[in-house]
C-alpha cells in the first residue's frame, strides 16, 4: 500500500477494511453499525476506499477441495535470463495459467516462487513438465509440496 495513502486511513476506514476483510458481503447497514457510522457516511468511505484502490474488489472464497484443487505445491523457478523482456515475457505466460494461484518475484537464490493449485500428484505432475518448464526463459524448478494449510486466509 501506498504510504501516502496509508497515512489517509483513519480508524473508521481501517474498521471498514478490516470488517470486509471477514465478510465482502455484508450489507452497508451492517458495516456501518459495526465501525460505529451511520449508513450514509459509511456508504461515502466505502465509496472512497473503493475509488482509491485501497479495495480493490469483491470475491467469492471457493473451497479448492470442492472444486477439485486441493493438491498445493510451491515451486521456486530460476529463470536463464532476468533482462526486463524476459521477465515480461515470463509474467504474461504465467498469468494465462489457471493452475497458478500466486506467482511472486524473489531477491534471492531462484527468480520466482508459484504457487499451484492441482486435484493431485499427477496432475502436477503434468502441469510441471507440460506448463510451467515450458513458460519462457525457465532454466529449472524445484517443487516443494504442502502436507497441510496451518494458515490460508484465501488471498
Do not use: W
Not at 523482456?85 to 520466482?112: R, S, W
Not at 507440460?130 to 517443487?143: C, Q
Amino acid at each position: 500500500m501506498n504510504h501516502a495513502i496509508e497515512a489517509d486511513l483513519d480508524r473508521f476506514d481501517r474498521r471498514i477494511v478490516e470488517e470486509l476483510s471477514r465478510d465482502g458481503r455484508m450489507p452497508v447497514t451492517t458495516l456501518a453499525g459495526r465501525v460505529g457510522l451511520t449508513k450514509t457516511p459509511c456508504q461515502t468511505r466505502l465509496k472512497r476506499l473503493i475509488d482509491s484502490g485501497v479495495i480493490r474488489g469483491f470475491r467469492a472464497v471457493v473451497d479448492p477441495r470442492r472444486i477439485g484443487r486441493e493438491h498445493v505445491a510451491f515451486v521456486e523457478v530460476k529463470l536463464n535470463d532476468t533482462t526486463e523482456a524476459a521477465l515480461t515475457a515470463f509474467n504474461k505466460a504465467v498469468a494465462a495459467l489457471t493452475e497458478i494461484e500466486q506467482c511472486h518475484m524473489i531477491a534471492g537464490p531462484f527468480d520466482y516462487l508459484l504457487k499451484v493449485r492441482t486435484r493431485d500428484i499427477a496432475s502436477y505432475r503434468r502441469v510441471l513438465g507440460e506448463k510451467i518448464s515450458a513458460l519462457p526463459h525457465v532454466a529449472n524448478t524445484s517443487t516443494y509440496v504442502s502436507m497441510e494449510a496451518v494458515k490460508d486466509t484465501g488471498a
